[in-house]
């Protein structure tokens, strides 16, 4: 039985309502990280000797993804239950540039099992620097806002949820407000866009009804906001909805974005996915601005 999160539409949108100058693209500038130090919770005990895996760390491929010797043996270590940016994405340069500052050149313990095998052909595990005390790398990426932690079922999911919430809050890494560039005439604050309802279909069903699953999106600014150009994507960025151009949202109203298929109009859009783009198992639903800020966030866990 399809289960759905359902609130009405507060208020109807015109499409095209409003309209901006075209984007500029984000003027070349030199991030810096601040690394602040970790919270108890990027912590972790060592597991017995006779499970500890250690591998010398030979190079870092993203933000989540590092090339690790183990007996001899060359392997692509993926971060357990983290997503960093895709490579061409605003901070992907900088979430490898962090894991890199933590593990490159270094002997780390690995452990833990991939959930699944993973589709770029990684083995999947937590990696723990031999710091006093010792660092969980996963934990500590997600809570400095280079990656986004994943509703995948690994053990320490409810942990890493905690501090990704928590990052996006305190604006870390690549959830600070302008970190991917400005557009112009400068704007004193992000657009005060909020995800405020969503319905969800199972994953797994035989045959979704694709248009019974929705994100609603509601402007509370105080004037209108060109939304061509801006996406809204998954927790791992395997599935993104670029809005067309021309498409507009005007102040207090409420614009639908519908995984299946239909006709765009009347505060309505169609993503016309191949099947469910959001899982009920738990998800982020992340809107970015078309330099690929982050204007908003919601995370839900199973069942909400």
Known sequence: MRRAVIIA?????????????????????????????????????????????????????????????????????????????????????????????????????????????????????????????????????????????????????AEFIVLGNRAYASGRGMWGTFICGQRDPIEPDRPQLRIAEFAVVPMDADDPDLTEEWVDVVNESYIGVDLGGWTIRNESGDRRYTIPGGVGIGAGNTLRVVTGCGADGGGVLYWCAEGPVWSKRGETIIIEDVLGNAVDRRSYEAGS
């Open 9 to 157: 539409l507060a208020g109807a949108i015109a499409l095209g309502a409003c309209t901006s100058a075209p984007p500029l693209e984000p003027e070349e500038t030199t991030t810096t990280l601040a690394v602040e130090p970790s919270t108890s919770t990027t912590e972790v005990s060592l597991p017995p000797p006779e499970e500890v895996v250690r591998g010398m760390v030979d190079g870092v491929v993203d933000g989540d993804t590092i090339q690790v010797t183990i007996d001899g043996r060359p392997t692509t270590v993926g971060l357990i239950g983290v997503a960093a940016p895709d490579v061409d994405d605003c901070y992907a340069e900088e979430a490898r540039s962090l894991l890199a500052s933590l593990v490159a050149g270094r002997t780390v313990v690995l452990t833990g099992e991939a959930l699944a095998a993973d589709p770029a052909g990684r083995t999947m595990r937590y990696v723990i620097v031999e710091d006093d005390p010792p660092l969980l790398v996963n934990a500590e990426l997600v809570a400095q806002g280079t990656v986004n932690p994943l509703h995948d079922g690994h053990e320490r999911e």
